[in-house]
T-cell receptor, first 113, second 115 residues
Framework: GEDVEQSLFLSVREGDSSVINCTYT??????LYWYKQEPGAGLQLLTY?????DMKQDQRLTVLLNKKDKHLSLRIADTQTGDSAIYFC?????????????FGAGTRLAVHP | DTGVSQDPRHKITKRGQNVTFRCDPI?????LYWYRQTLGQGPEFLTY????????KSRLLSDRFSAERPKGSFSTLEIQRTEQGDSAMYLC?????????????FGPGTRLTVL
């Protein structure tokens, strides 16, 4: 089946690292994505990783992929109050021709001083 | 602004009325997607166009829903005889032809409230 699971809530102190986790079911997915959504807004693409990679770093963001366990994580270094948002993990399933995206329910990140 | 735009941003309607939403993709993107997002959930795929051709429709897209992209540029999503269960955020996204990343860029969404 096509499913993505994420923990619903994460609270961190400003300046600490945040780690948001995601598990998915389709092992044939090619790309996996992280999106950010602020209140009342659309989705902002943060980063993506190709399925033959283990890690991708982009400034404060680090994506780790464990393809064997179908586990994806997003680490945000030096978390700031502006990082408070909902973070969605997504992938393009092979059954959809890698066109449509399947999203998790999102992890709400709250950053407190 | 060269991102994906959607109009209107908010729509309040009475049950049974028809509504139409518009999406303007990023100009060089030939792929366009519609998603629906309800409160507390991630977006769910509705349909996808490559140029003017509608290539895939989700089972979520009942016969009251119709989407068009007549000239391969902007797209419209129409909901006929709206129901309270149609209340949601309707998101549009666009992407380049499938290649590296197949990144989908989203618009700000149209929030529909059916009374």
């Amino acid at each position: 089946g096509e499913d993505v699971e994420q923990s619903l809530f994460l609270s961190v102190r400003e300046g600490d690292s945040s780690v948001i986790n995601c598990t998915y079911t389709d092992s044939s997915s090619t790309y996996l994505y992280w999106y950010k959504q602020e209140p009342g807004a659309g989705l902002q693409l943060l980063t993506y990783i190709f399925s033959n990679m283990d890690m991708k770093q982009d400034q404060r963001l680090t994506v780790l992929l464990n393809k064997k366990d179908k586990h994806l994580s997003l680490r945000i270094a030096d978390t700031q109050t502006g990082d408070s948002a909902i973070y969605f993990c997504a992938y393009g399933p092979s059954s959809g021709g890698y066109n449509k995206l399947i999203f998790g329910a999102g992890t709400r990140l709250a950053v407190h001083p | 602004d060269t991102g994906v735009s959607q109009d209107p941003r908010h729509k309040i309607t009475k049950r049974g009325q028809n509504v139409t939403f518009r999406c303007d993709p990023i100009s060089e993107h030939n792929r366009l997607y519609w998603y629906r997002q309800t409160l507390g959930q991630g977006p769910e795929f509705l349909t996808y166009f490559q140029n003017e051709a509608q290539l895939e429709k989700s089972r979520l897209l009942s016969d009251r829903f119709s989407a068009e992209r007549p000239k391969g540029s902007f797209s419209t999503l129409e909901i006929q005889r709206t129901e309270q269960g149609d209340s949601a955020m309707y998101l549009c996204a666009s992407s380049l032809p499938q290649g590296q990343g197949n990144e989908q860029f989203f618009g700000p969404g149209t929030r529909l409230t059916v009374l």
